[in-house]
């Protein structure tokens, strides 16, 4: 069952070089070499270096190439902190970016890449597809596995004082070169196991049903949501699991190159805005506003979800009745891996709704949803549907 | 009477569309943040020489002027889109959505695409006042 129309055009890029396999973060010196390259910068948080041996796993694989570790990154790193980022590579010399850890790492070293190569601050290249040449190159190893950022052209940096998240939009910020190493997301809590789990589920499905939605798309979309499906619960439950770490690992990346694609829609418009607003972490407020976004959307274009729905083994009497059985089984898929399943339970009150649905209505992501959203007061009853 | 895309001729007719019709009156009400230049690549092979630079100068539904501007004066601007002749091409033929055709890379914006995005009607508007002009292409 499919959903995309075949009148209408579609872009399909994916140039990230993607090597997956247990322990295969060791081949990564070999992977810089392949980009003529021999003085990395790894870009972390502190958190993950003060409390796993992940980068320190990443620097003993690069032994010498290594020449610093930049571990300044914060969940939707500012714009100060790429700057920063981007001066403390060059003032070691750094040819070659390595980002370790979740979807802010990548991105904030997207980010750092682009101030590297075009130089000023990364406030003067907020840009789309303004890029005009390769950037410093980018070796992803994403630790986490959910925002398939290791394969897309965006990213995203929080303005502290608007409250807003700018991103840039790029083919030339794709990291060259992504390594899915499942053992490194072993260690991964149950919490965030799940979260970013179901940011690669939301990925999935808005791919599926964005109205810029296509075959090649969804091809990776179908196949990430039935594999997350199956190993989301595995991994909560037996984190040292591998099979059920690299399906999941493997599946956001799938689903990274869906929606990089297709685009994503109004869940993720608000997920921003939730981000920027309230600090809601992104796979929590995907999460969350997922299946009340699929109520929204199927009143309209209940067939769009048709891949959803026979992915998940959903039969019901009309399209509309199995996309509603499909939010409902994401409620419970989320709520089964103990995740939050209402905005009120993360720190979300009403009186920021204006404001949340405001921003929402600025992203550029509600412009490919399957239903259009016609204005923030429609925001606003998403948002108290799922308050 | 036909005008060839793009000269100076064109982007006069385009600001009497935008003038004469009511659709980016009514599209483009939002828009306050003033000037949008438009470029498209230089093209020799179909006679555009150098890049052709279009400077709107757009506030609240209206035009306050249109005309072809120097490379000197686009880095002065906030907002600058640029593109190859054959995109524009289709963007005036209204067979490329300009706002998609961005996310996608085929149109390139400077400047800040949430101001855009809100702006959604005014570039819809704008490119249905280009299709009212009687235009014909440089390289047909």
Same mark, same amino acid.
């Given at each position: 069952?499919?959903?995309?129309?075949?009148?209408?055009?579609?872009?399909?890029?994916?140039?990230?070089?993607?090597?997956?396999?247990?322990?295969?973060?060791?081949?990564?010196?070999?992977?810089?070499?392949?980009?003529?390259?021999?003085?990395?910068?790894?870009?972390?948080?502190?958190?993950?270096?003060? !409390?796993?041996?992940?980068?320190?796993?990443?620097?003993?694989?690069?032994?010498?190439?290594?020449?610093?570790?930049?571990?300044?990154?914060?969940?939707?790193?500012?714009?100060?902190?790429?700057?920063?980022?981007?001066?403390?590579?060059?003032?070691?010399?750094?040819?070659?970016?390595?980002?370790?850890?979740?979807?802010?790492?990548?991105?904030?070293?997207?980010?750092?890449?682009?101030?590297?190569?075009?130089?000023?601050?990364?406030?003067?290249?907020?840009?789309?597809?303004?890029?005009?040449?390769? $950037?410093?190159?980018?070796?992803?190893?994403?630790?986490?596995?959910?925002?398939?950022?290791?394969?897309?052209?965006?990213?995203?940096?929080?303005?502290?004082?608007?409250?807003?998240?700018?991103?840039?939009?790029? !083919?030339?910020?794709?990291?060259?070169?992504?390594?899915?190493?499942?053992?490194?997301?072993?260690?991964?809590?149950?919490?965030?196991?799940?979260?970013?789990?179901?940011?690669?589920?939301?990925?999935?499905?808005?791919?599926?049903?964005?109205?810029?939605?296509?075959?090649?798309?969804?091809?990776?979309?179908?196949?990430?949501?039935?594999?997350?499906?199956?190993?989301?619960?595995?991994?909560?439950?037996?984190?040292?699991?591998?099979?059920?770490?690299?399906?999941?690992?493997?599946?956001?990346?799938?689903?990274?190159?869906?929606?990089?694609?297709?685009?994503?829609?109004?869940?993720?418009?608000?997920?921003?805005?939730?981000?920027?607003?309230?600090?809601?972490?992104?796979?929590?407020?995907?999460?969350?506003?997922?299946?009340?976004?699929?109520?929204? !959307?199927?009143?309209?274009?209940?067939?769009?979800?048709?891949?959803?729905?026979?992915?998940?083994?959903?039969?019901?009497?009309?399209?509309?009745?199995?996309?509603?059985?499909?939010?409902?089984?994401?409620?419970?898929?989320?709520?089964?891996?103990?995740?939050?399943?209402?905005?009120?339970?993360?720190?979300? !009150?009403?009186? $920021?709704?204006?404001?949340?649905?405001?921003?929402?209505?600025?992203?550029?992501?509600?412009?490919?949803?399957?239903?259009?959203?016609?204005?923030?007061?429609?925001?606003?009853?998403?948002?108290?549907?799922?308050? | 009477?036909?005008?060839?895309?793009?000269?100076?001729?064109?982007?006069?007719?385009?600001?009497k569309q935008i003038d004469e019709?009511?659709?980016?009156?009514?599209?483009?009400?939002?828009?306050?943040?003033?000037?949008?230049? /438009?470029?498209?690549?230089?093209?020799?092979?179909?006679?555009?020489?150098?890049?052709?630079?279009?400077?709107?100068? /757009?506030?609240?539904?209206? #035009?306050?002027?249109?005309?072809? #501007?120097?490379?000197?004066?686009?880095?002065?601007?906030?907002?600058?889109?640029?593109?190859?002749?054959?995109?524009?091409?289709?963007?005036?033929?209204?067979? /490329?959505?300009?706002?998609k055709a961005m996310m996608q890379?085929?149109?390139?914006?400077?400047?800040?695409?949430?101001?855009?995005?809100?702006?959604?009607?005014?570039?819809?508007? /704008?490119?249905? #006042?280009?299709?009212?002009?009687?235009?014909?292409?440089?390289?047909?």
């Amino acid at each position: 069952m499919s959903s995309w129309e075949p009148d209408s055009d579609f872009v399909f890029h994916m140039p990230t070089k993607v090597l997956y396999g247990p322990g295969s973060h060791r081949e990564i010196r070999a992977e810089m070499a392949d980009l003529a390259c021999d003085r990395a910068v790894i870009v972390t948080d502190r958190g993950l270096r003060e !409390n796993t041996d992940l980068p320190a796993r990443i620097q003993k694989a690069l032994g010498a190439t290594c020449v610093g570790v930049f571990d300044d990154v914060e969940p939707d790193s500012r714009f100060e902190i790429v700057d920063a980022g981007a001066a403390f590579a060059a003032k070691l010399g750094a040819d070659c970016l390595v980002s370790v850890g979740g979807g802010s790492s990548m991105d904030t070293t997207k980010a750092i890449s682009i101030v590297m190569t075009n130089g000023g601050s990364i406030r003067e290249h907020l840009a789309v597809h303004a890029l005009t040449g390769p $950037q410093t190159p980018h070796i992803a190893v994403p630790t986490t596995a959910g925002t398939g950022s290791e394969v897309t052209n965006v990213a995203l940096i929080k303005d502290e004082a608007a409250r807003t998240k700018f991103f840039v939009l790029d !083919n030339q910020i794709f990291p060259r070169t992504a390594i899915l190493d499942p053992t490194l997301t072993t260690g991964l809590p149950a919490g965030l196991t799940a979260s970013t789990a179901m940011d690669a589920m939301t990925h999935a499905i808005e791919a599926i049903t964005s109205i810029c939605r296509n075959s090649m798309s969804e091809s990776f979309a179908v196949q990430a949501i039935g594999m997350i499906n199956g190993a989301i619960r595995r991994a909560v439950e037996a984190p040292e699991d591998i099979l059920a770490r690299g399906t999941l690992l493997s599946a956001a990346t799938m689903a990274g190159a869906a929606f990089c694609n297709a685009m994503v829609g109004v869940v993720h418009a608000v997920a921003h805005a939730l981000g920027g607003v309230c600090s809601v972490p992104h796979g929590i407020a995907n999460s969350i506003m997922l299946p009340h976004a699929i109520h929204f !959307n199927a009143v309209t274009d209940a067939e769009a979800y048709a891949p959803v729905v026979a992915t998940l083994g959903i039969k019901a009497s009309s399209p509309l009745a199995a996309a509603q059985m499909a939010a409902a089984r994401l409620t419970e898929l989320a709520a089964s891996c103990g995740l939050q399943t209402k905005l009120s339970q993360v720190g979300v !009150n009403r009186r $920021q709704f204006q404001e949340i649905a405001d921003k929402a209505m600025a992203d550029g992501a509600v412009l490919n949803n399957c239903r259009p959203v016609a204005g923030p007061e429609e925001i606003v009853a998403l948002l108290d549907a799922a308050f | 009477m036909a005008v060839v895309f793009p000269t100076a001729e064109w982007v006069a007719e385009f600001k009497k569309q935008i003038d004469e019709k009511p659709d980016y009156k009514e599209g483009g009400k939002g828009w306050r943040e003033g000037v949008i230049v /438009l470029i498209i690549n230089a093209k020799p092979q179909v006679g555009i020489d150098a890049d052709f630079n279009i400077y709107l100068d /757009l506030h609240e539904g209206q #035009c306050r002027e249109a005309r072809v #501007c120097s490379d000197e004066e686009v880095g002065d601007h906030p907002f600058v889109i640029r593109g190859e002749y054959d995109r524009w091409k289709l963007v005036v033929l209204d067979q /490329l959505e300009p706002v998609k055709a961005m996310m996608q890379g085929k149109l390139k914006l400077t400047g800040d695409l949430p101001t855009i995005v809100r702006n959604i009607d005014g570039a819809k508007t /704008l490119v249905k #006042c280009a299709t009212y002009v009687e235009t014909v292409f440089i390289d047909e």
